[in-house]
């Protein structure tokens, strides 16, 4: 079966970020005796997420349009 996929742009700064609110709750878990399986492979994600390259074009009254 088809499973979505989800792609985000975001910046150097804006992963680290990400990655220490992954490890702050896989912290908790851990200390709460549960798993961490899920949070493991999502921080593996993040952390080897490729880097892309690409243009942002802006256009002039499309929020209008909305």
Not at 13 to 35: D, F, H, P, W, Y
Not at 42 to 63: F, Q, T
Request: net charge negative; proline share 3%; glycine share 4%.
């Amino acid at each position: 079966m088809f499973e979505p996929r989800f792609h985000l742009a975001m910046s150097e700064k804006e992963q680290k970020v990400i990655i220490e609110c992954l490890m702050e709750k896989r912290n908790a878990r851990l200390s709460e005796g549960c798993t961490t399986d899920l949070l493991d492979e999502i921080i593996l994600h993040v952390c080897n997420a490729p880097e892309k390259n690409y243009k942002v074009v802006e256009r002039s009254g499309y929020a209008d349009a909305r």
